[in-house]
């Protein structure tokens, strides 16, 4: 999600109908000239303190990074909730190549930096759009 509002609107509708279930809540952060925010300007810091407060049983950040990116934004999130936080990047930005859309972190360039990830505080790991099965495999190795 975008907007945190959104979010805790979903946060308060997903506890009302299944309110035993485990609720994940994964926000999209850019890097602008004062650091990650959504696009509607909520910082990860902000995020994790309101999703820590409705009671989410994990805080999340997916889409829009690479793993590089991905490595700062869950550091600061770690910083503001003592939840699980779960990462989803991209295999790199995208690139527009011929004509089509290519993500251009290879498996072996994600899984190099999974050590980086793990000690930001990152405790659920997978990976967004771009990202393969080789991916994931790589990853899962990186961790075992």
């Excluded at 991905?70 to 910083?79: H, S, T």
Aim: some cysteine; glycine content about 8%.
């Amino acid at each position: 999600m975008t907007d945190l509002n959104e979010a805790l609107c979903a946060v308060q509708a997903a506890r009302a109908t299944a309110p035993d279930v485990p609720l994940v809540v994964s926000l999209t952060f850019d890097k602008g000239l004062h650091g990650y925010a959504t696009m509607m300007g909520v910082t990860p810091a902000h995020a994790a303190q309101a999703l820590s407060a409705a009671d989410v049983d994990v805080v999340g950040t997916n889409c829009g990074n690479g793993i590089e990116n991905m490595v700062e934004i869950v550091r600061e999130l770690r910083a503001h909730t003592d939840r699980p936080i779960w990462a989803r990047p991209n295999a790199g930005l995208p690139q527009l190549v011929d004509g089509r859309t290519v993500f251009p972190e290879t498996p072996e360039v994600m899984a190099a930096k999974i050590p980086a990830l793990v000690a930001a505080g990152a405790t659920l790991i997978g990976g967004c759009c771009g990202t393969t099965p080789a991916h994931i495999r790589a990853i899962a190795a990186q961790i075992a």
